[in-house]
């Protein structure tokens, strides 16, 4: 993944720039560099600019969601068809991958909302 610091991208939230893809079920255990090794199995590094595994400090775990941007509309949706039957391979139990689109689309806009929940404290 590339310097997500040194990265801009404006974009819109329309349909045309639905880009962000909310990923449920993931291991707790998984750190971001599990996630992307994951899902490198379906799209390439090259395709995801940015990727959030929020973490529990008290559990010393992610809370079970992650969050992805794809640098476009063909890389997510690539990304969503093939992960709609995947189960994940390296957790200790082989769970299904639950994924759809966030709420939240574009980089810019995934790491302003980061910015705001960290200043307020929350899962980051």
């Not at 395709?47 to 890389?75: E, I, K, T």
């Not at 994924?99 to 910015?115: D, I, K, S, W």
């Amino acid at each position: 993944l590339a310097d997500l610091g040194t990265m801009t991208r404006a974009s819109t939230a329309g349909e045309q720039n639905r880009t962000t893809i909310m990923i449920q079920n993931v291991p707790r255990k998984y750190t971001a560099e599990d996630l992307v090794r994951e899902l490198s199995r379906f799209v390439g590094r090259s395709d995801m600019n940015y990727v959030h595994v929020p973490w529990d400090r008290s559990w010393r775990s992610n809370v079970g969601l992650a969050f992805v941007n794809f640098r476009d509309n063909a890389a997510t949706d690539r990304a969503l068809a093939k992960m709609s039957t995947g189960r994940w391979l390296y957790a200790s139990r082989h769970l299904e991958i639950k994924a759809q689109f966030a709420h939240v689309h574009g980089l810019a806009e995934n790491l302003q909302l980061y910015r705001q929940r960290e200043s307020e404290g929350r899962h980051v």
